[in-house]
DNA sequence: GTCTATATGAAGATAGAC
DNA sequence: GTCTATCTTCATATAGAC
């Protein structure tokens, strides 16, 4: 039991680290070495924790669907309004304004760069992006009752990646500021 | 002379190839062998004509950009109205409905993959962004001359960048014909 | 100019000592 | 359970035969 746990906080540890790592390097750019070194964890002990690079990645998404379902969850518990949590959505970018302008969302980068050529991966990672569009889709029927809460949600997984993704190549934070207050007044015109 | 023609021409059959290439794989994953295979030139005489890949795809951003710019030039000469213009542009992803939905958007893939990692070939794939844009701020200036041409345009960008990523994501063609009849909606607007 | 053969290095993964 | 040493594979890039 002990040992078990144990076991559990150092693989852990090590999704925590390659969580990170994944922000500003790419999947496959990024080796074993990179992660041993990131988390501290001695280059050959990886493979006892964790066979394959891939089992890894499946095991860091895993983690991020985790952390997102309780950043969701806590919205739902602290914000009293639909139109509220929405706006709160819109303004993630906003909060991220450093880590989108230099290395774009992390989300949409992950899975652009898994689609093109390794469609299993793509899968694993697409779980991150459909977290965000099921609770979307929860807040626009509960918002707008009478419109189509998923083409509204689509729309606005849009309007988030195409700044996200806009900024990043340009490099500009002004973007951001922009595109997330035009995003708020449609909000606000529904 | 005759002798040098003949190398530009091979060079341009590596281009072309390596260009085709790198629509369904990314870059990072892309080896010489997958370049000689497609190109039908043998492995090792590739790096007489190139010295590296990054030679490689440098040659290919400017042969990209040179077709951006003859394709705009194109539209300019031969589409009266900015609004038209502008409605043309908004069009492309869905007249590239299945390559996007199977590989997203050849511009904004290239980019965010170099991106993240290596600055200097950023840099280089930025250019056809670039050539985008231009084009598009010169159109609205021309569309609407009192509103902020350059906001404009790049809320536009915005837009097509999402679509083409979330429609990827989500392998859904339906996504690019509601978001783009929304664009075509929005440019009516102004 | 063309292409083969090869140098060199780094990656993922494994076997097995501790 | 932990970690070292190593196997294998495959990449870029080069030297030099034709």
Redesign the pocket.
């Given at each position: 039991m002990r040992?078990?746990e144990?076991?559990e906080q150092?693989k852990l540890v090590i999704v925590k680290a390659t969580d990170e790592l994944l922000y500003h390097k790419s999947y496959n750019l990024?080796?074993?070495?990179?992660?041993a070194e990131a988390s501290d964890?001695?280059?050959?002990?990886?493979?006892?924790?964790?066979?394959?690079?891939?089992?890894i990645l499946l095991a860091v998404v895993a983690y991020r669907v985790q952390q997102m379902n309780k950043m969701l969850s806590d919205w739902d518990a602290s914000i009293n309004s639909p139109l509220e949590r929405l706006l709160r959505f819109a303004q993630i970018p906003l909060n991220e304004k450093n880590n989108v302008v230099q290395h774009g969302c992390p989300i949409g980068t992950l899975n652009q760069e898994l689609g093109k050529v390794q469609p299993e991966l793509k899968a694993i990672s697409k779980q991150q992006f459909d977290v965000f569009k099921q609770w979307l889709i929860k807040q626009f029927s509960d918002f707008v009752p009478g419109q189509d809460a998923q083409k509204l949600a689509v729309h606005m997984l849009v309007r988030s990646q195409g700044l996200s993704a806009v900024a990043f190549i340009e490099e500009d934070k002004k973007i951001i500021e922009t595109e997330v207050k035009a995003i708020e007044q449609w909000l606000k015109s529904l």
């Amino acid at each position: 039991m002990r040992a078990r746990e144990k076991t559990e906080q150092i693989k852990l540890v090590i999704v925590k680290a390659t969580d990170e790592l994944l922000y500003h390097k790419s999947y496959n750019l990024m080796s074993f070495s990179d992660i041993a070194e990131a988390s501290d964890i001695p280059r050959g002990n990886l493979n006892y924790h964790f066979k394959t690079k891939d089992d890894i990645l499946l095991a860091v998404v895993a983690y991020r669907v985790q952390q997102m379902n309780k950043m969701l969850s806590d919205w739902d518990a602290s914000i009293n309004s639909p139109l509220e949590r929405l706006l709160r959505f819109a303004q993630i970018p906003l909060n991220e304004k450093n880590n989108v302008v230099q290395h774009g969302c992390p989300i949409g980068t992950l899975n652009q760069e898994l689609g093109k050529v390794q469609p299993e991966l793509k899968a694993i990672s697409k779980q991150q992006f459909d977290v965000f569009k099921q609770w979307l889709i929860k807040q626009f029927s509960d918002f707008v009752p009478g419109q189509d809460a998923q083409k509204l949600a689509v729309h606005m997984l849009v309007r988030s990646q195409g700044l996200s993704a806009v900024a990043f190549i340009e490099e500009d934070k002004k973007i951001i500021e922009t595109e997330v207050k035009a995003i708020e007044q449609w909000l606000k015109s529904l």
